[in-house]
Every structure is written in C-alpha cells, then in structure tokens.
C-alpha cells in the first residue's frame, strides 16, 4: 500500500504532465509483490505525454500504470517519508 503523501506528490508529478481523472491502487492478494496503481487521464493525449516524459506504460485508452518501485526512484523522499 502506498501512502497518502506518496500519492499526493505522485499526483502532484502527474499533473505536470496532463490532467489526472483518478489514481487508484490495484488490489493485490499477493503481499510479496509491489504494488500497482493506475493513473486515469483526462485524454489520450495525457497519457501519451506521461509515458514519453516519465516512461510509464499506458493501458487501455487513457490511463497508465505505475509500480511501487517506480515512486520509489523518481520521486525524492522528503523528511516525512519513513521509508
């Protein structure tokens, strides 16, 4: 699960790059793997731009998915982070 500023800063990245519609975290039984999120964009075109500015894989029309571990290296920690 990530947390909520994790998600707040991630939104904040997305943003930069196209209007964001939802993130939401995609359920996972299995503890052992890392966790997905899926970022909704306002067009196509949004999502576009986020996977030619940040590398990330679109999915369906106009939505993205984000790992765990890609937060993880391209967001810095903050002080608050207990990571």
Known sequence: ??????LDRLQAKL???GQV?????LP?????????LLATMRS???AINLQANL??????FNAVI???G???RHLPATPTDSD
């Open 66 to 68: 984000i790992s765990a």
């Open 15 to 17: 943003g930069e790059h």
């Open 28 to 36: 996972n039984s299995d503890k052992q793997q890392e966790c997905l």
């Open 1 to 6: 699960m990530i947390e909520n500023h994790k």
């Open 55 to 60: 590398g990330l894989s679109i999915f369906g």
């Open 21 to 25: 519609i939802s993130l939401v975290e």
């Open 70 to 72: 890609w937060i993880d």
């Open 44 to 46: 196509p075109e949004d």
